[in-house]
């Protein structure tokens, strides 16, 4: 039996539902100044002490052990070391695992022929390019930007569910640096080529209720931006419906290019990232390279292919030139 397709409103929701959801953390009451920062020494002890109180907090839940402290430390960033909202999040986030049967961990190789579709792309800031100015809120610039090129979402090379996973993967992996932990992450959805009614026939409820759980209180990452990209009439219509309902706080992080001269305005905005053309920038993302990276960290026998001098966390897209340079001093070709 088919899946209903889902109401406009609660696939769109999914892309800027968790910006509306997201605390303050880490912000000082208005009016007082903040404390002097502690040394580097009381600074580490008191993080020590906070992750000793967090699993603490967790011994009495069914399946809590299992979580590594990494992921503990994850959520306590995010949450600005406070434990009992960090404790909120493992929960969230081993609750959503269990009833979707996904392990703590997803690897490369569960999700690698929707990696290599290219659905997404995983940027992190290029050291040549110029540093974004400062931003008039004060929040800093985001430390790693996951690009959704929708076009290439294809159930023939997986299930939608099976991308969800994929998506996952890559903010397991961008997590990993304290960077993205402590400045979180930018989304640039490229509507392009896409129709409201095909989204639809390939999106069901289920998938966009999964969407949406998968982030909300279940993973520790902020997006500190949404870029939408050329949304159809249909979907452009039910976005602006659901910003007229968000803080205004939430809707200056959520942008919509509506056409394709507005592409300057996301370089300007993403200005750390080296973007591809059509969207602001004029960079190769040489993604099925970056795939093998992260299957050379799990499998020894891509770890041969791909030199033995990898690191076992995800690496920032280079550009062609220097993969063929890479590969040339290897002796590939």
């Known amino acids: 039996m088919l899946a209903s397709a889902p109401s406009p409103s609660s696939l769109t929701s999914a892309l800027v539902t968790t910006l509306a959801t997201e605390d303050d953390e ?3 009451s208005q009016g007082l100044a903040p404390p002097p920062p502690p040394s580097p020494e009381a600074r580490r002890a008191s993080e020590a002490a906070a992750l000793v109180e967090l699993r603490a907090a967790l011994a009495e839940d069914a399946g809590q052990s299992a979580v590594p402290d990494s992921f503990l430390e994850k959520c306590l960033v995010y949450q600005a070391w406070q434990v009992d909202k960090a404790a909120a999040i493992v929960r969230g986030f081993v609750a959503f695992r269990k009833s979707v049967d996904w392990p703590l961990r997803i690897s490369a190789a569960d ?4 990696l290599r579709s290219g659905l997404h792309w995983l940027l ?3 050291a040549a390019r110029r540093p974004p100015a400062p931003p008039a ?19 023939a090379i997986s299930s939608v569910e099976g991308f969800q996973r994929m998506s996952t993967f890559l903010m397991e992996r961008a997590t990993d640096r304290p960077d993205v932990q402590r400045r979180g992450i930018a989304v640039l959805v490229d509507f392009r ?3 409201f009614a095909g989204l639809l026939r390939s999106v069901s409820v289920d998938d966009a209720q999964r969407g949406v759980l998968l982030w909300k209180g279940a993973f520790p990452c902020r997006m500190r931006r949404i870029w939408l990209v050329q949304p159809a009439p249909g979907l ?3 976005i602006r419906g659901i910003l007229r309902l968000l803080g205004e706080k939430v809707r200056r992080r959520v942008r919509i290019a509506e056409s394709a001269a507005a592409a300057a305005r996301i370089a300007d905005d993403l200005s750390a990232f080296e973007l ?10 040489p993604w099925d390279a970056e795939v093998s990276r992260y299957l050379a960290v799990e499998r020894p026998e891509w770890r041969e292919r791909c030199g033995s001098d990898l690191e076992p966390q995800p690496a920032r897209p280079l550009m062609f030139a220097q993969i063929g340079q890479c590969c040339a001093s290897r002796g590939y070709f």
């Open 26 to 28: 880490g912000e000082t």
């Open 111 to 114: 999700v690698e022929p929707a």
């Open 124 to 126: 992190y800031p290029s």
């Open 137 to 155: 809120d004060g929040e800093e610039g985001p430390a790693a930007c996951l690009v959704f090129n929708m076009a290439r979402l294809d159930t």
């Open 193 to 195: 080529g896409v129709s």
């Open 236 to 238: 452009h219509f039910v």
């Open 276 to 285: 591809p053309a059509g969207l602001g920038g004029t960079a190769q993302v």
